[in-house]
């Protein structure tokens, strides 16, 4: 489950020399020979850090949802009716035209990804940073019992990225990362690599997670078909929160925490995940009335805010808020067990630069 609100909680870049090699002088080809080019220059690859990134084409789509709280009343019979009227920060749904076709990340940036841009670049995440650490999982934690309510243990020094109570291995996302620290590892790759790396925008990110699809979800309209394509709150999860387990998906998707990426059926773009698992921070401040003024070009997100959106829901998230429409926001330094990121990089990298 996920509040609408979430926790709202209080960038160094390393520097990385790389050696230059003096190639030796290449005799000119033959003129029989074509000159070396990338076989297919659209074609998916692989970043330094190991990134796997795949090309999102430019186009038009449809962006928002102007369900009647009505109607989600019908397919989410045991949300809180109050919760469906406040979802008007999804409307109105206005088209918007993605003018540049990117590269985005195949999957959420996974752990060891993330390990190696702090081995290679010095970084430090905030959460160690500052001391005062971030959530995670402790079964003998009752969060009725707390001062705050919330769903996990935390703050506290003992959880961060490497530590969120339960196991991720290298290929899980990582979470416990705030938006600085997503901007600190885009900017740093962007350096080392010469090409711009950055977190979409809401509106990209809601264009690549629909794939062209107008429905509640990229696999249909049906809460029901999260079970098979996401990794959503199902009963599983909601053994370890059984306040909450009306509210969980019909079944088991497999995950009662993170599940290592990709491991769900992609969308028609070939992105993984862009539902559940670990929500994933972008690049705008947050709007609420933004959709009424919003560009149809390359929409940027408003020019100042508070907070930042996150998009997608996470392993812990209800069916209403897993909706691809679904907006939501933290602050830039919030850091919670939930919240990841998938990076963006920018066309113009060259054949060179992409192995
Ligand atoms: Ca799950
Ligand atoms: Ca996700």
Redesign the pocket.
């Known amino acids: 489950m996920t509040w609408p609100h979430g926790p709202c909680v209080a960038a160094v870049l390393g520097a990385l020399l790389l050696a230059a090699c003096a190639a030796p002088p290449l005799a000119p080809p033959p003129l029989t020979t074509p000159r070396a080019q990338p076989a297919a220059p659209d074609a998916p690859f692989t970043d330094s850090l190991g990134i796997r990134f795949v090309r999102v084409p430019a186009g038009e789509f449809l962006m928002g949802s102007d369900e009647s709280p009505q109607a989600l009343a019908q397919a989410f019979p045991y949300a809180d009716p109050k919760r469906l009227t406040d979802l008007t920060d999804e409307r109105p749904v206005h088209r918007v035209r993605i003018t540049r076709a990117f590269w985005l990340g195949a999957t959420e940036v996974t752990v060891g990804q993330f390990q190696r841009f702090l081995q290679a670049s010095g970084y430090v995440p905030e959460s160690i940073r500052d001391g005062s650490g971030a959530y995670g999982f402790n079964p003998n934690y009752e969060p009725s019992r707390t001062r705050r309510g919330d769903l996990f243990e935390g703050r506290d020094p003992r959880y961060s990225w490497q530590n969120t109570g339960f196991a991720q291995t290298d290929e899980h996302p990582v979470v416990n990362v705030t938006w600085n620290d997503a901007m600190a590892m885009a900017q740093w790759l962007s350096q080392r690599e010469g090409v711009t790396y950055r977190l979409p925008t809401e509106a990209e990110w809601e264009y690549a997670a629909r794939g062209g699809t107008r429905t509640r979800y990229p696999a249909g309209d049906d809460p029901d078909v999260l079970m098979g394509s996401a990794?959503?709150?199902?009963r599983?999860?909601a053994l370890r929160w059984p306040r909450w387990r009306e509210q969980a998906?019909h079944g088991?998707?497999?995950?009662?925490?993170t599940?290592p990426v990709g491991s769900y059926a992609p969308n028609a773009f070939g992105l993984y995940d862009m539902i559940?698992n670990a929500w994933e921070w972008c690049a705008d401040w947050y709007g609420e009335h933004y959709y009424a003024e919003s560009p149809t070009n390359d929409p940027p997100g408003p020019t100042s805010g508070n907070v930042r959106v996150r998009r997608g829901g996470s392993?812990h998230t209800w069916p209403l808020y897993a909706r691809v429409a679904f907006r939501n926001w933290n602050t830039p330094e919030t850091r919670y067990v939930l919240v990841g990121l998938r990076l963006l990089r920018e066309r113009g990298a060259t054949a060179q630069t992409a192995r």
Do not use: I, L, Q, V
């Not at 088991?252 to 925490?257: I, K, L, V």
């Open positions: 990794n959503t709150f199902d599983e999860t998906g088991s998707d497999g995950a009662p925490f599940a559940g392993w």
